[in-house]
């Protein structure tokens, strides 16, 4: 989960998907991402974030923007917030198995994945690159469950 689901958690979510099927994992995960606000309910994810994961090789454009629902915070597994203002808000929603996404990046130096919403493409192929290296590390740990 992030603030606008559009940038980050969009991009953890096609990223992480993508890598579970590319290991023969796809069929053991059921992928979703969300956002805190509703601004951009039902949109795709923002041009410059399709455009970062497909410089990457992945295909973002199926993406569609949900706000988080009380259903979410039931229904899934383990909840990952891209930042601390998102792990609070999913505790403050009752979250149990809520994670730091930043736990599985050992490179990161900042417990929040920054916003890119304001930066450019370098800023968001930054922000990919980290997302790809601690979705790599969440998709070692729970293969490993
Ligand atoms: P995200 O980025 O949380 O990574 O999707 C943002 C997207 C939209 C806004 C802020 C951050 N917004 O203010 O609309």
């Not at 023969?24 to 994810?45: K, M, N, P, Y």
């Not at 915070?73 to 990952?80: A, E, F, P």
């Not at 922000?127 to 729970?142: A, D, N, P, S």
Request: proline share 3%.
């Amino acid at each position: 989960m992030c603030l606008g689901n559009i940038c980050r958690s969009p991009m953890a979510d096609v990223i992480f998907r993508e890598l579970a099927e590319r290991a023969g994992l796809g069929e053991r995960f059921e992928v979703t991402s969300s956002g805190i606000g509703d601004w951009h309910e039902g949109q795709g994810a923002d041009p410059r974030t399709i455009a970062a994961l497909q410089r990457a090789g992945y295909d973002g454009s199926a993406h569609v923007a949900h706000q988080v629902t009380p259903a979410d915070i039931q229904s899934n597994d383990l909840l990952v917030a891209l930042d601390r203002s998102h792990e609070r808000e999913l505790d403050a929603m009752g979250g149990k198995n809520v994670v730091l996404f930043t736990d599985y990046d050992e490179l990161a130096t900042d417990p929040d994945v920054s916003d890119p919403y304001h930066s450019d493409d370098e800023g968001f192929d930054a922000v990919l690159q980290q997302i790809e290296r601690g979705c790599r590390e969440l998709l070692t740990q729970l293969s490993e469950r």
